[in-house]
């Protein structure tokens, strides 16, 4: 076939490489989900969840100063209610990151082990200034279910008892992923 009858061919026979790409797009877009997590993050009590590892005075620093880093094992709840089925654990830390200490900068997985997401994970990061009624997060990463996850979350709290360092956040998370 010489390189004029190439030239002729009708420009029908390019269509199907032109609606390629917008098939690709149409097939593999994006899933939205929704969840709505309760984190019950416990440094006290027979429950403790929580606990600090380092701060100006050691262990013994209160959360509620700038510095203090604490590790956490914290139940995942489908309810505020400590007695409602737990679909996972938060596991991270999260450290005192504002000189007055009214703020925390997080870092942890969300791991379910329970319900439909169970075996998959969501990385959550971002500031917490506890004094806010809502503080937005970012989920960063995910696995599972959620691999090449992006998202945000809005975290409120639920209960919080300072006296005993005890609170449940409630994580209302919207992720985008395939």
């Given at each position: 076939?010489?390189?004029?009858?190439?030239?002729?061919?009708?420009?029908?026979?390019?269509?199907?490489?032109?609606?390629?790409?917008?098939?690709?797009?149409?097939?593999?877009?994006?899933k939205k989900t929704n969840l709505t997590l309760?984190?019950?993050?416990?440094?006290?009590?027979?429950?403790?969840?929580?606990?600090?590892?380092?701060?100006?005075?050691?262990?013994?620093?209160?959360?509620?100063?700038?510095?203090?880093?604490?590790?956490?094992?914290?139940?995942?709840?489908?309810?505020?209610?400590?007695?409602?089925?737990?679909?996972?654990?938060?596991?991270?830390?999260?450290?005192?990151?504002?000189?007055?200490?009214?703020?925390?900068?997080?870092?942890?997985?969300?791991?379910?082990?329970?319900?439909?997401?169970?075996?998959?994970?969501?990385?959550?990061?971002?500031?917490?200034?506890?004094?806010?009624?809502?503080?937005?997060?970012?989920?960063?990463?995910?696995?599972?279910?959620?691999?090449f996850v992006k998202g945000y979350g809005i975290?409120?709290?639920?209960?919080?008892?300072?006296?005993?360092?005890?609170?449940?956040?409630?994580?209302?998370?919207?992720?985008?992923?395939?």
């Amino acid at each position: 076939m010489s390189t004029n009858n190439l030239l002729n061919l009708p420009s029908i026979s390019f269509i199907p490489l032109l609606i390629l790409p917008f098939l690709y797009w149409a097939f593999n877009s994006p899933k939205k989900t929704n969840l709505t997590l309760y984190v019950h993050d416990y440094l006290t009590g027979h429950d403790t969840s929580a606990v600090t590892v380092a701060g100006k005075d050691g262990p013994t620093t209160s959360v509620l100063h700038f510095g203090t880093l604490v590790a956490v094992d914290d139940p995942v709840t489908e309810n505020p209610d400590p007695k409602s089925k737990q679909i996972g654990r938060a596991q991270g830390m999260y450290v005192n990151s504002q000189l007055d200490g009214k703020g925390l900068h997080l870092v942890f997985s969300v791991i379910f082990t329970d319900g439909e997401y169970k075996g998959s994970t969501l990385e959550i990061q971002g500031a917490d200034l506890f004094a806010m009624e809502e503080r937005e997060f970012s989920v960063v990463s995910g696995t599972g279910y959620f691999r090449f996850v992006k998202g945000y979350g809005i975290m409120t709290t639920e209960m919080l008892d300072i006296p005993n360092l005890r609170a449940v956040l409630k994580l209302h998370v919207t992720l985008k992923h395939y």
